[in-house]
């Protein structure tokens, strides 16, 4: 019962077995009697007029219960269907465009079953003014409870394809937002652009705009299968780099993208004789364009292209399926959905494919991008920081202290910088080796960093010296540099260098407002060594330093 092809469905073929008339629209609508039908060859003339169409049930094996009849065609303004009964009985059920009632039925079907379901059927009449094209017309019979199921069975697979599509859509679209790629905007819109196109064919669009129903839903269905193929090809075509594919092979298939939306959407408009002519350039034109479009695919796969290698993998379903319905007539297969509902699905296919390849692209850039910031990160670090002791060095201390004096001028704080000697570190080295010495630089450092914050930086500037920034106010600098002094006096190296005594050597000075960090530096450093020539171990301000007679460089007392 569930067979795609459903079998349990009887076609019923435009042949001789249709007997026809065609009368002016003017004439009585419902006599029956009146109308003499000929059975042969295709009716003619009728796209004006009213077109007849009366069939035998009894030659289609509908047997038990009275059959319905669904019409697969809505491009007409006008519908009746008279079911004759043994009994000499006539049932009138009619729609119009713009009003199918409850006769509308998924995959643009509308059913007509008899309410009189014991009396025997002895024929079917159709009465259609206006019809677009007879050869488009499609005709099944089916028992009524079978019809229900197949109806059932066609809006479950309609109602799960939309949905899809309008996930990937939105997906999409979100996706071209965040990473501003061009062919993601296009296949968003090319999914969105199914997506509407499916619901109309569908008649789902029914529910919301029912007087759509008919020529005017056929004829906007046919606009946005046009679209839809060009909007996949610009969405191919753009995802392609150019220097991935041949300009030539590019342009070829944009122009049959263009030309198949040339065609297609002013056909639209096409009534009669003209749809069938249209009918086979439209055909040629989208198959060119699938041809054009997998040409390029295939050639930027080849050229290394993982967009290419990703649409190549989303667009065969699709690429089949359309190829299939423009090579293969289909009719009323898979649940009376026929074609169309094929192509649902492809497209819902595609368009997940491509959702979870750019999503599994984008994860894979964006975890590149967080390694590539992770290393720029550490590199920033290490350039900033001092390899041994691991707080900054002289790079890092000078641009962080320029951050932390330019918030002491917007604070009107002062800034205080002190330079710190290792004492007799020379001694160290040489007594002990360089390895106790570089435990000893290590440990002063971890100590000196517990002051490193928001108000406060820390800094080897080389060798045995160090740097602390401050613009801390709630305390004088000396009083400040005599606890770090002490701090430091109080850690402990016997693990290093035994009960060897390490202390250090302070000089500070102090600005406020617009500080020059250059002119403290040389201030600092001449308190420094005042300090180291006046016994070691101590602290010295700058302002209760003698300037130096002449300038010059200091020599050098460190140790």
Not at 198 to 215: D, H, K, R, V
Not at 413 to 423: G, H, N, Q, Y
Request: charged residues 20%.
């Amino acid at each position: 019962m569930f067979a795609p092809w459903a079998a349990f469905a009887v076609p019923i073929p435009l042949d001789s077995r249709i007997c026809h008339a065609v009368s002016p629209l003017e004439g009585p609508s419902g006599a029956l009697a009146a109308i003499r039908f000929r059975c042969g060859a295709a009716p003619s003339g009728y796209q004006s007029a009213r077109l007849w169409l009366q069939l035998d049930p009894q030659r289609y094996r509908i047997r038990g219960e009275a059959p319905t009849l669904l019409v697969h065609q809505t491009r007409f303004d006008r519908l009746a269907v008279a079911f004759r009964y043994a009994d000499g009985s006539i049932e009138w059920q009619e729609v119009r465009a713009g009003a199918f009632g409850d006769h509308w039925r998924p995959g643009a079907q509308i059913a007509f079953t008899p309410r009189d379901q014991k009396t025997a059927l002895t024929s079917i009449t159709l009465r259609v003014d206006r019809l677009a094209s007879y050869p488009l017309l499609r005709l099944r019979l089916l028992r009524a409870g079978e019809a229900d199921i197949e109806t059932a069975v066609l809006g479950g697979l309609v109602g799960a394809a939309l949905t899809l599509l309008l996930a990937g859509a939105a997906y999409n679209l979100s996706l071209a937002l965040g990473t501003r790629r061009a062919y993601l905007g296009w296949q968003g819109a090319w999914a969105a652009t199914v997506f509407l196109w499916g619901a109309i064919w569908s008649q789902f669009g029914l529910l919301l705009l029912p007087g759509m129903a008919g020529t005017t839903a056929a004829q906007t269905s046919t606009a946005l299968s046009a679209l839809s193929i060009l909007l996949a090809t610009l969405s191919a075509i753009s995802a392609l780099e150019k220097g991935r594919i041949p300009g030539p092979l590019r342009a070829t298939a944009l122009a049959l993208g263009i030309a198949v939306a040339a065609i297609g959407i002013p056909a639209t408009l096409a009534r009669g004789p003209l749809i069938e002519s249209i009918a086979s350039p439209l055909a040629a034109a989208v198959l060119g364009n699938l041809g054009a479009v997998l040409a390029c695919l295939i050639v930027g796969a080849r050229r290394g292209s993982v967009e290419a290698r990703d649409l190549l993998a989303a667009w065969s379903v699709p690429m089949a399926a359309l190829a299939l319905t423009q090579l293969v007539d289909l009719g009323t297969l898979f649940w009376g959905g026929g074609a169309q509902i094929l192509v649902l699905f492809a497209s819902a296919w595609q368009t997940l494919w491509l959702s979870f390849a750019a999503s599994r692209r984008l994860a894979r850039m964006r975890t590149e991008r967080d390694l590539a910031l992770a290393a720029e990160a550490r590199a920033s670090r290490l350039a900033e920081h001092d390899p041994l002791t691991a707080i900054r060095n002289r790079r890092g201390f000078l641009e962080a202290a320029d951050a932390l004096i330019a918030t002491a001028a917007r604070n009107q704080m002062s800034v205080a910088l002190l330079l710190v000697d290792i004492d007799r570190f020379k001694a160290i080295n040489d007594e002990h080796g360089h390895d106790a010495g570089d435990v000893v630089l290590c440990t002063i450092a971890a100590r000196l960093a517990r002051w490193e914050g928001p108000s406060c930086v820390v800094a080897r500037l080389g060798g045995e010296e160090f740097a602390l920034l401050t613009i801390a106010a709630d305390r004088p600098a000396l009083a400040f540099a005599e606890l770090v002094r002490e701090a430091i006096a109080a850690c402990d190296h016997r693990a290093a260098i035994g009960d060897r005594r390490v202390t250090i050597s302070i000089g500070v000075a102090e600005g406020r407002h617009r500080v020059d960090f250059a002119a403290l530096y040389r201030e600092a450093d001449r308190a420094l060594y005042a300090a180291k020539r006046g016994g070691r171990n101590q602290v010295r301000h700058a302002d209760k330093v003698p300037a130096p007679v002449a300038s010059g460089q200091r020599p050098a007392a460190t140790g």
